[in-house]
């Protein structure tokens, strides 16, 4: 297989991976208008809760249930909901920019924890060594396409999930409340119980998501975990069209193949760190592009959810 | 006389050291249109936020239906069959003109996350659709319902704003404003929505600026000046009223 297919395979799996955590994150920021800058938080929680109940290999850590794989996924997902309650309920009483500060606080801080709780976590070395679904299948260098159809079902999956949330008379209650919270207490809704209730179940999905990412990159450390996941996620749902229904999707392969590209150049040592820097600036290149051109984003509001009257049947 | 459907009692409001409301009492007939008029700073927002729950007062009781709710959330309040309306900013402006009616019409039930994943609430749907046809059809706005809010001129933003908060079937509606930034053409016609509601039997109780407006409609009229009533009765009273000529007609006129 040529270099540049396998590395093509990689492109598109990392960006069917963003393009999952994007599609959460619009539930979350893009309809209920909760600006969460924690996703590399509920992340982490999801992946470590995961591979420290699943993983067989490394005796050194303090805790080592030996759980199967689903039993690891679905304690992953309720950790990053029970994570969500615990900093939604305080944060969501207060509006708008507490919530913004207190979920970027709260990665940060099991960013640390997950350095400094060495024999829970393995510090800085992290995991490396545990068996991925379905790996006995294949042979390795065949697994990269079994991640990539197992990744795009679950892209598939999250979609028409969130496509019936956005469509039903919820996603439309907090697509309205999200532009006037006073309006939609006067006619009896209560808007902070649907806001915990929603970002609960975005905890919940970046929860059972997170070990796609760990299978991805094969290792778990800190460094997986810092807020370049949360602003990349941020960056795909902008360029593809907050609040839209397709955007997160469109945005995050674009975004993904333009950033990576980048890393297909050849080059020497000091080349190799001048393109991972040059990542960045495509990126913020990107953004800017698109803020100037298409505000809205690639997608839009507006469009996803034209002539919602029609599809009322009588 | 009967009961009253709201009944302020005594109220007090004080921000900071400023007394926005000053032992304002207050009963609303069920079935009339009242009408709350005076300057700016008279106070009479803030007896709204007051009466529905977006502020607590200082002093004072509200009784809604007989029912002691003072310092509820807004959204029991809402519940109680207490609507009001905001003079700014007015409703969903990304959603449409139908999404707004039928937000306000939609049960708690059906809009629940959980029946949201079920994809059980087409039958609820179905019938507060029949009933945001309606109301749209009696504006003339049906041909609309397309329209994001955003769009739509600020006459047709209060008429869908006003037919939004009555989709929650209220007993009592109070409209903050709702002729400010109305052409004239359109305020003829949000006064004839005010009288048809009130055929309804749902109660009116309205402040405006526009005084033309609100005498025109209003069967009780009382009058704030600086967190005080100073007049109350019909609007025939009221304009005759030598108080109220001197201190709100005298000086804003």
């Excluded at chain 1, 996603?171 to 009896?188: C, I, T």
């Excluded at chain 2, 009781?61 to 029991?76: K, S």
Aim: no cysteine.
């Amino acid at each position: 297989m040529s270099g540049l297919l396998l590395f093509l395979v990689g492109v598109v799996t990392l960006a069917g991976i963003y393009a999952i955590l994007a599609m959460i994150l619009n539930l979350e920021a893009g309809w209920a208008g909760m600006w969460d800058l924690g996703i590399a938080g509920l992340l982490a929680v999801g992946g470590y809760v995961f591979i420290i109940t699943t993983q067989q290999t490394h005796d050194d850590v303090i805790l080592t249930p030996h759980w199967p794989m689903w039993a690891g996924v679905l304690a992953g997902s309720v950790a990053g909901g029970l994570a969500a309650l615990i900093i939604g309920i305080p944060s969501l009483r207060v509006r708008g920019e507490y919530f913004l500060i207190t979920t970027l606080a709260f990665a940060e801080v099991i960013r640390q924890l997950s350095i400094n709780l060495g024999s829970l976590t393995r510090g800085t070395v992290g995991f490396n060594q545990f068996t991925r679904p379905f790996e006995s299948w294949t042979s390795p260098s065949g697994y990269r396409w079994v991640l990539l159809g197992l990744v795009w079902l679950v892209v598939a999956v999250v979609y028409f999930v969130i496509r019936r949330l956005g469509r039903s008379p919820y996603g439309r209650l907090l697509r309205g409340f999200r532009d006037n919270d006073p309006v939609a207490r006067s006619l009896g809704k209560q808007t902070n119980r649907h806001r915990i209730q929603t970002f609960v179940l975005a905890g919940l999905m970046y929860g059972a998501v997170a070990p796609l990412y760990v299978w991805f990159i094969r290792t778990v450390t800190p460094s997986l975990f810092t807020s370049e996941a949360t602003f990349v996620t941020w960056t795909a749902l902008v360029i593809g069209g907050i609040a839209s229904l397709r955007g997160p999707v469109i945005g995050a392969i674009i975004l993904l193949i333009v950033t990576e590209a980048a890393s297909l150049v050849q080059g020497s040592g000091d080349m190799a760190v001048v393109l991972a820097s040059v990542r960045f600036i495509v990126l913020g290149l990107v953004l800017i592009l698109v803020m100037r051109v298409r505000p809205q984003g690639l997608a839009n509001e507006r469009d996803a959810f034209a002539g919602a009257s029609e599809r009322v049947a009588g | 006389m009967t009961a009253p459907i709201l009944d302020l009692r005594d109220i007090t409001k004080v921000f900071g050291g400023v007394t926005a409301v000053r032992e304002v009492s207050m009963s609303v007939q069920a079935g009339s249109i009242t009408a709350v008029i005076g300057p700016n700073g008279a106070g009479k927002t803030s007896l709204f936020n007051v009466a529905t729950g977006f502020e607590e007062p200082t002093e004072g009781h509200v009784l809604f239906q007989g029912e002691d709710v003072t310092g509820l959330e807004p959204w029991r309040v809402a519940r109680k069959g207490l609507i009001r309306t905001f003079q700014t900013p007015t409703g969903f402006p990304a959603l449409s003109v139908w999404e707004n009616l039928m937000v306000g019409g939609t049960s708690d039930r059906d809009e629940s996350l959980w029946r949201a994943m079920r994809g059980a609430w087409h039958s609820g749907e179905r019938t507060t659709n029949q009933r945001a046809r309606q109301a749209l059809t009696d504006l003339g706005l049906w041909d609309r319902r397309d329209t994001l809010l955003a769009d739509l001129s600020p006459g047709d933003v209060k008429l869908v704003d006003f037919a939004r908060q009555l989709m929650a079937e209220p007993k009592m509606v109070l409209l903050d404003e709702p002729a400010s930034g109305v052409d004239p053409a359109s305020i003829g016609r949000l006064g004839n929505v005010i009288r048809q509601v009130r055929e309804q039997n749902v109660t009116v109780l309205v402040i405006d600026h526009n005084i033309g407006f609100v005498l025109g409609i209003a069967d009780q009229v009382h009058v704030m000046s600086l967190g005080e009533v100073i007049a109350s009765g019909s609007p025939d009273d009221v304009v005759r009223d030598p108080v109220v000529i001197e201190i709100y007609l005298g000086r804003s006129a």
